[in-house]
């Protein structure tokens, strides 16, 4: 099994461009999330989704659109970037293990710079 | 609500010393999961100890070990003899029952163990 994939690993955007952040697993994992991890704040939830075809949003949803057509991926789509978007982006996927919470495994992160 | 305060941004010892991570958190919750992740300066984020609610039992791994206080909202980190490969930012996380595939973490303490 890959896990989660990311892709791209650095991106560079200029303000105003638009891009999608790919992300993908091979582990049949109902839920996947989006965050974002910046200097002095830890990560925070951008969005999530229960299972194909559901999303909602996280703490910090702003800017950023998802979708949700298939279990294995999870785009997350920004689409006029802005230097407030600068940051590392974790796509993580878990699944429900009975009485014990959900395991979430985390992909390697896209280093975003929006310049 | 839930918060989850790491108050140390940054631990700096020498080998071989011990080093404890405070983490404090909020929830209105009764069933709640814990966590803590490390992040190496590699990026990726190492899952290390998820801790139901229910169990205040201490954990030893090796030489990590994890104190749970439910009274006073603790679930503090120590490394025993301490490594440089320790060299990295840990981050407390806190999941809701029921919402436990989303995360609420920490900022993070950056440990850097020198030689």
């Known amino acids: 099994n890959a896990g989660v994939t990311q892709t791209p690993k650095f991106q560079v955007l200029k303000t105003g461009q638009s891009m999608t952040l790919q992300c993908a697993q091979d582990m049949n994992h109902e839920y996947m999330s989006w965050y974002r991890q910046d200097p002095g704040m830890g990560l925070r939830l951008i969005h999530y989704s229960v299972g194909a075809g559901i999303t909602d949003q996280g703490e910090v949803p702003n800017g950023y659109n998802v979708s949700r057509s298939t279990t294995e991926d999870f785009p997350l789509r920004l689409l006029s970037a802005a230097p407030s978007q600068t940051s590392v982006y974790f796509c993580?996927?878990?699944?429900?293990?009975?009485?014990?919470?959900?395991?979430?495994?985390f992909g390697p992160g896209t280093r975003l710079t929006v310049t | 609500a839930q918060k989850v305060t790491q108050a140390q941004t940054e631990i700096s010892v020498v080998e071989k010393e011990d080093v404890t991570l405070d983490c404090v958190y909020e929830?209105?919750?009764?069933?709640?999961?814990l966590f803590w992740y490390k992040q190496p300066p590699s990026g990726e984020l190492v899952f290390l100890i998820r801790r139901n609610s229910f169990d205040e039992q201490n954990e030893i791994s090796g030489r990590y070990s994890w104190n749970f206080q439910k009274s006073t909202s603790s679930f503090n980190f120590t490394i025993t003899a301490s490594q440089v490969v320790d060299s990295a930012v840990y981050f407390c996380?806190?999941?809701?029952?029921?919402?436990?595939?989303?995360?609420?973490f920490g900022a993070g303490t950056t440990v850097t163990v020198r030689a």
């Open positions: 929830t209105r919750d009764t069933t709640y999961y």
């Open positions: 993580a996927s878990s699944y429900s293990t009975s009485g014990r919470g959900h395991e979430q495994y």
């Open positions: 996380a806190l999941s809701e029952v029921g919402n436990d595939y989303k995360l609420s």
